[in-house]
């Protein structure tokens, strides 16, 4: 029993003594670390541009310019850069000089105005000794939107009008050069099963690669669509001939053709035979042929998938 007592007396002792030293040895890094980042160092770092104050005329394209930049300062402000990208301001208000085609940084421009760094931070270099950034005329321009939507309708529906996107068009702002290349921005693929009720869907715009020189107006859309019941219709409708030369008659069968039409419930008792016309155009006779071919020359708009079920119409021709 004494033994024992004996035993965990020291290895309490000893666990203690390790406490000790470890806690000596955190003190002496964090001592060291302190020693070393008061000194100061000199080195070089790339820093990226934030541009400030640009042009509302123009727009800089976005080109990769960095400036590497000799700094002597003390190991404080370098852990601080070396935690995050630093970046130096660039004014365009003062600090560049338009050119033709591009916007001119001096080194020797910054060097007078050395503003962005504190007293503790010594500038010893820049380079390089020019940066040039590029700039075109910003162009506005109202573009449609192109729907890719593909509607499964469940059995007896359909949609009643057309598919439409609320706004039908958007405005992008950007470089002339980029912006005069965009004829039309699609919507993300997007498919809708067994439908059967009116459609409200908001659906995100496929932007073009590299768009970070351009501004567009929003960046989705709602796909809207009026989604009823529908049933097919059909009625008798008589055959017209057309352009039949002067001095010539003619007799055809049949006189009437069935047209087979898709329309909505709403719609179906408003539709007559005088809202369809089918003609035959005697031009297109072919050779001594005595046969015509019909055609739907007017139907109404609320009608879908209408078709004549006569192919061929006869004629004779009489004196």
Not at 73 to 95: A, E, N, Q, R, V
Not at 127 to 149: G, Q, S
Not at 231 to 242: A, M, Q, R
Request: proline share 4%.
């Amino acid at each position: 029993m004494i033994k024992k007592l004996k035993s965990k007396i020291l290895a309490s002792i000893k666990n203690k003594r390790i406490n000790v030293f470890i806690l000596f040895l955190l003190f002496a890094f964090i001592i060291l670390i302190f020693s070393k980042l008061s000194k100061e160092y000199t080195n070089t770092m790339a820093f990226g541009i934030e541009k400030v104050n640009l042009p509302e005329e123009n727009v800089i394209l976005n080109d990769s310019v960095t400036l590497n930049i000799t700094l002597k300062t003390h190991g404080f402000k370098w852990l601080k850069y070396y935690i995050s990208k630093p970046k130096i301001k660039i004014d365009f208000s003062h600090d560049v000089d338009k050119k033709k085609d591009v916007f001119l940084w001096n080194k020797s421009k910054a060097y007078l105005k050395n503003t962005q760094f504190d007293e503790q931070v010594e500038l010893l270099n820049m380079f390089p000794d020019k940066l040039t950034f590029r700039y075109d005329v910003n162009l506005v321009k109202k573009i449609p939107v192109k729907l890719n939507a593909t509607i499964n309708f469940s059995p007896g529906y359909d949609i009643s009008d057309k598919l439409v996107s609320e706004p039908d068009s958007i405005m992008v702002i950007g470089p002339n050069v980029l912006v005069s290349k965009i004829n039309h921005i699609e919507t993300e693929d997007i498919t809708f099963n067994d439908v059967k009720l009116n459609l409200t869907e908001t659906t995100k715009l496929k932007f073009p690669e590299n768009t970070s020189d351009l501004k567009f107006s929003t960046n989705s859309v709602v796909i809207k669509a009026d989604v009823e019941k529908f049933t097919e219709g059909t009625l008798k409708i008589p055959v017209n001939i057309i352009n039949v030369p002067k001095g010539i008659k003619i007799k055809h069968f049949p006189k009437e053709v069935n047209v087979s039409y898709y329309i909505s419930l709403s719609h179906f008792n408003s539709v007559t035979n005088k809202d369809f016309k089918v003609v035959c155009d005697y031009n297109k006779t072919k050779g001594n042929q005595s046969l015509l071919v019909p055609e739907l020359e007017k139907y109404p708009k609320t009608a879908k998938n209408v078709k004549i079920s006569q192919q061929r119409i006869e004629f004779i021709i009489t004196k």
